[in-house]
């Protein structure tokens, strides 16, 4: 009888025990959720300042740029007129060439003369 006490009395003691440590663990496991889901929250909140930010940031130089453009339109006018005249006046088929500009070995080939 009092064998079948002390099994009984382990038993229970072995189930509060493992009870407690299930128990313990869950807090535990609770508390890490918690902390990740704050985590989540807060960086979630940094990801759409940024966003905001960039979005403004990005509204401003557009607004500069089109003040600017207006402005610039004669100059860019100048500008191109100038472009246009030097790519005519350049071309690399017309033999435009100085003794400084390509080498003459460049042109010739002084290798073996043997024939294959």
Known sequence: MELQNNVINDEYLFQKRMELLIDTNNKK?????????NMVSQLNNDIHE?????NESQIE???ETVKSEERSEDIDDN????????KTATSPRCG????????????????????R
């Open 29 to 37: 496991v609770s508390s890490e959720l918690n902390n990740l889901k």
């Open 50 to 54: 940024l966003r905001k930010k960039i």
């Open 61 to 63: 130089p557009i607004m």
């Open 79 to 86: 500008k191109i007129k100038k472009i246009e005249k030097q």
């Open 96 to 115: 435009d060439y100085h003794p400084e500009d390509v080498s003459i070995n460049k042109f010739f080939y002084f290798g073996n003369k043997k024939s």
